[in-house]
């Protein structure tokens, strides 16, 4: 999902400006970012999905789509598939594949640190934008560390790789997560000071939450520790 104030931006920054604009997604699902931007007028639309059976519900449910050539859901790990399908090309490129419910998906379900690696080798132009999801959690991926396999965790050193791009950063709050903007030179983004401060305030009780979480597993853990020790 793209917040209507970021579809505000792009429409006006970028597709008011250029009607043969284009994005590319990782992260299909079942297709609610990618018709976001069909509607708001991208030309083309390319989406990376791991899981098939959400390729094949999205083949069904976007038929038209596909046959106008407007949509292109690839069948893939994204961190794998980037390097076939990112160009200068695109205008928007949306990074949020991460996670799965399928276990044999599981080892292959945190590609970010490897998506952002190959674009910040290949560099970014300044007619585009880079957004990641859900940043709220790859910026406090310790309150994630519980699950062997959480992609949140998996995904610790995201923030070291974004300090190395040479371009405006900015992190936008919306109700309970936020967005990384990683923006190109030939826009000029303003924050909205006031949303952003209250989404600010308001996503404390995202972070109290699992920040509770743990603390308990911290007192769970060392309860073990002790009682073990006292067998
Ligand atoms: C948060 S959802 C995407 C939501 C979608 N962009 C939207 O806004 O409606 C994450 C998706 O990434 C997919 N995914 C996880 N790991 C992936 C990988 N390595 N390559 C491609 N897709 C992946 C999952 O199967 C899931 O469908």
Same mark, same amino acid.
């Given at each position: 999902?793209?917040?209507?104030?970021?579809?505000?931006?792009?429409?006006?920054?970028?597709?008011?400006?250029?009607?043969?604009?284009? %994005?590319?997604?990782?992260?299909?699902?079942?297709?609610?970012?990618?018709?976001?931007?069909?509607?708001?007028?991208?030309?083309?639309?390319?989406?990376?999905?791991? /899981?098939?059976?959400? $390729?094949?519900?999205?083949? +069904?449910?976007?038929?038209?789509?596909?046959?106008?050539?407007?949509?292109?859901?690839?069948?893939?790990?994204?961190?794998?598939?980037?390097?076939?399908?990112?160009?200068?090309?695109?205008?928007?490129?949306?990074?949020?594949?991460?996670?799965?419910?399928?276990?044999?998906?599981?080892?292959?379900?945190?590609?970010?640190?490897?998506?952002?690696?190959?674009?910040?080798?290949?560099?970014?132009?300044?007619?585009?934008?880079?957004?990641? /999801?859900?940043?709220?959690?790859?910026?406090?991926?310790?309150?994630?560390?519980?699950?062997? %396999?959480?992609?949140?965790?998996? $995904?610790? +050193?995201?923030?070291?790789?974004?300090?190395?791009?040479?371009?405006?950063?900015?992190?936008?709050?919306?109700?309970?997560?936020?967005?990384?903007?990683? $923006?190109?030179?030939?826009? +000029?983004?303003?924050?909205?000071?006031? +949303?952003?401060?209250?989404?600010?305030?308001?996503?404390?009780?995202?972070?109290?939450?699992?920040?509770?979480?743990?603390?308990?597993?911290?007192?769970?853990?060392?309860?073990?520790?002790?009682?073990?020790?006292?067998?």
């Amino acid at each position: 999902m793209i917040t209507n104030d970021l579809q505000t931006f792009i429409k006006k920054n970028i597709i008011d400006k250029n009607i043969n604009s284009k %994005y590319l997604e990782t992260g299909f699902l079942e297709g609610r970012s990618a018709f976001e931007m069909l509607s708001l007028g991208f030309k083309k639309v390319v989406s990376i999905e791991i /899981d098939e059976n959400f $390729v094949k519900e999205g083949e +069904k449910k976007f038929s038209t789509f596909i046959k106008d050539q407007r949509l292109e859901i690839v069948k893939g790990d994204s961190a794998e598939k980037i390097p076939k399908y990112f160009s200068d090309e695109f205008d928007v490129i949306f990074l949020d594949a991460h996670g799965t419910t399928e276990k044999d998906l599981k080892g292959k379900s945190a590609p970010l640190e490897r998506e952002l690696k190959f674009i910040l080798n290949k560099g970014l132009k300044d007619h585009q934008l880079l957004i990641i /999801d859900d940043y709220i959690k790859i910026k406090h991926f310790y309150l994630f560390a519980y699950n062997g %396999y959480d992609w949140r965790y998996l $995904v610790r +050193k995201t923030k070291n790789l974004i300090k190395k791009f040479d371009k405006n950063i900015y992190e936008i709050p919306y109700k309970n997560n936020s967005f990384l903007l990683v $923006v190109g030179n030939d826009y +000029k983004f303003s924050k909205n000071y006031f +949303k952003n401060l209250f989404f600010k305030i308001y996503n404390l009780g995202f972070f109290s939450k699992y920040f509770i979480f743990l603390i308990k597993r911290i007192i769970k853990f060392y309860l073990k520790k002790i009682l073990k020790k006292q067998v």
